[in-house]
């Protein structure tokens, strides 16, 4: 994960993302994280794509 939208890029703490909450649900997982230390943002992904990606 990294910093990439403008909202991630400028901040209290400019350039930061770091993440907070993973839930399952199902295939489904949401990722909430803080960016730039001035903000709660989420990004989903499926657990199927993450275990293809570590594999």
Excluded: W
Aim: some cysteine.
């Amino acid at each position: 994960m990294h910093s990439s939208a403008d909202f991630e890029l400028s901040g209290n703490l400019s350039n930061l993302v770091f993440p907070t909450a993973l839930i399952e649900s199902r295939d489904s997982l949401p990722l909430y994280y803080g960016a730039a230390d001035t903000c709660i943002a989420v990004a989903e992904f499926s657990q199927s794509e993450l275990m293809e990606a570590l594999k």
